[in-house]
């Protein structure tokens, strides 16, 4: 069975702290990607990457990064996690048709 | 700008009848329809798509209609059960320019659908 696999369930993390948010899929797929999901505000995208080391800003990169060394895992960076940041976040693959989800890491910033 | 939208943030339907979810678009470049449902605390999964050269598919109790002139899709439920209750959200993909085909999906806001026993 195929897999997208994100490091944690559930982060508390405290502001200003820097986060790392881990995504690895087990697909061989060559699109990787970053959402959060906000109520009432459904998917947004924050980062995809295409291929190794290449990444692309979405709707609203501001205030993380990602990091693509190797084609299997995909990273997300909050650079100096705000309280405006505590989301559920979601990591995606894809080789060009519909995505496969991660289970989703539940971020909260106190 | 929002290019896919589901106006309707919930709906509530009662068990064994239809559930009918709406979602419109603007960007006529979009060439793949995709519905997603989503439980709490799991990631959204795939459950039906439609090609934009279609106008119907259909998968079970599951039926995607596509009305191009309108910019208007429907995702269809027949019968309903309590456990179709979750968050459906509708995607929309365009192939990247140049060839590309990473194929990014835009996504409506999500429409909590309840079905009561």
């Known amino acids: 069975d195929v897999k997208v696999t994100q490091s944690s369930r559930y982060l508390v993390k405290r502001t200003g702290e820097k986060v790392f948010l881990e995504c690895v899929q087990d697909?061989?797929?060559?699109?990787m990607f970053w959402y959060r999901q906000d109520p009432g505000l459904g998917l947004r995208l924050i980062y995809f990457s295409y291929d190794v080391k290449m990444k692309e800003k979405g709707d609203i990169p501001e205030g993380y990064s990602v990091s693509r060394e190797k084609k299997e895992r995909f990273s997300l960076i909050l650079e100096s996690a705000s309280t405006n940041q505590t989301s559920m976040y979601l990591c995606?693959?894809?080789?060009?048709?519909?995505?496969?989800f991660g289970s989703g890491t539940r971020l909260t910033v106190v | 700008d929002q290019q896919v939208k589901q106006n309707s943030p919930s709906l509530s339907v009662q068990e064994g009848r239809i559930s009918i979810l709406n979602c419109d678009y603007t960007?006529?470049?979009?060439?793949?329809f995709l519905w997603y449902k989503k439980y709490p605390a799991e990631g959204p999964t795939f459950l039906i798509s439609?090609?934009?050269?279609?106008d119907k598919n259909e998968d079970g109790r599951f039926t995607v209609f596509l009305n191009k002139s309108a910019k208007h899709l429907s995702l269809h439920i027949v019968p309903s059960q309590p456990g179709d209750s979750a968050v459906y959200f509708c995607?929309?993909?365009?192939?990247?320019?140049?060839?590309?085909?990473?194929?990014?999906?835009?996504f409506g806001q999500g429409t909590i659908l309840t079905v009561h026993p």
């Open positions: 439609i090609s934009s050269i279609k």
């Open positions: 960007n006529s470049m979009f060439d793949y």
């Open positions: 995607a929309a993909r365009r192939y990247g320019a140049g060839g590309t085909s990473y194929g990014k999906l835009t």
């Open positions: 697909m061989d797929h060559e699109n």
């Open positions: 995606a693959s894809s080789r060009g048709g519909g995505y496969t």
